[in-house]
T-cell receptor, first 117, second 112 residues
Framework: DGGITQSPKYLFRKEGQNVTLSCEQN?????MYWYRQDPGQGLRLIYY???????QKGDIAEGYSVSREKKESFPLTVTSAQKNPTAFYLC????????????????FGPGTRLTVL | AQKITQTQPGMFVQEKEAVTLDCTYD???????LFWYKQPSSGEMIFLIY??????QNATEGRYSLNFQKARKSANLVISASQLGDSAMYFC?????????FGAGTQVVVTP
């Protein structure tokens, strides 16, 4: 089955620790995204990547880092510099707009709930 | 820059009735897409419907239809014949060439 997997589903972190959230897709999509969602709020873009070995900051990149060494994988590291990391993190992917145009919807993973203890 | 506004934080609707969720947007792009997603309490994001900026006909997908008024920059979602399973958070999003912006969402509760 094609789709996006995120692991773990729940993650607990002590203050001052870095933690990495996994995101893998087998949809052959070029673009991948990380969003943060706080309770009762919308999605805010952290980072996105439209091609391997390239990524751009979104609206709230401070305290986060990413890598895109493989097309299928886009891990997100929440660093100790992120002051309030407790949130729900969603990874998404989409087909390259150069292939399908502007109508390529994003496909989302099931999310990771991060709690800082 | 793109901006999406959803002014209804929450709505109650009776089962079998129709409900309209408002969405207005602002963009300087000539080509863009408008998307609606549903997020149940489990947290997954489910794609519902898409409308392209150059599409002249309003999009429909089953019980979902999109009321697109380009001049007013609005893309309202209409859910017909509401079901209990429609209770969820609904997000409007705008996308243009690989970048997306989401609204704050509208919580819909369907009552028997």
């Amino acid at each position: 089955d094609g789709g996006i997997t995120q692991s773990p589903k729940y993650l607990f972190r002590k203050e001052g620790q870095n933690v990495t959230l996994s995101c893998e897709q087998n949809l052959n999509h070029d673009a991948m995204y990380w969003y943060r969602q706080d309770p009762g709020q919308g999605l805010r873009l952290i980072y996105y990547s439209q091609i391997v070995n390239d990524f751009q900051k979104g609206d709230i990149a401070e305290g986060y880092s990413v890598s895109r060494e493989k097309k299928e994988s886009f891990p997100l590291t929440v660093t100790s510099a992120q002051k309030n990391p407790t949130a729900f993190y969603l990874c998404a992917s989409a087909q390259n707009p150069a292939v399908g145009g502007i109508g390529n919807e994003q496909f989302f993973g099931p999310g990771t709930r991060l709690t800082v203890l | 820059a793109q901006k999406i506004t959803q002014t209804q934080p929450g709505m109650f609707v009776q089962e079998k009735e129709a409900v309209t969720l408002d969405c207005t947007y602002d963009t300087s792009d000539q080509s863009y897409g408008l998307f609606w997603y549903k997020q149940p309490s489990s947290g997954e994001m489910i794609f519902l419907i898409y409308q392209g900026s150059y599409d002249e006909q309003n999009a429909t997908e089953g019980r979902y239809s999109l009321n697109f008024q380009k001049a007013r920059k609005s893309a309202n979602l209409v859910i017909s014949a509401s079901q209990l399973g429609d209770s969820a958070m609904y997000f409007c999003a705008i996308g243009s060439w690989g970048k997306f912006q989401f609204g704050a969402g509208t919580q819909v509760v369907v009552t028997p």
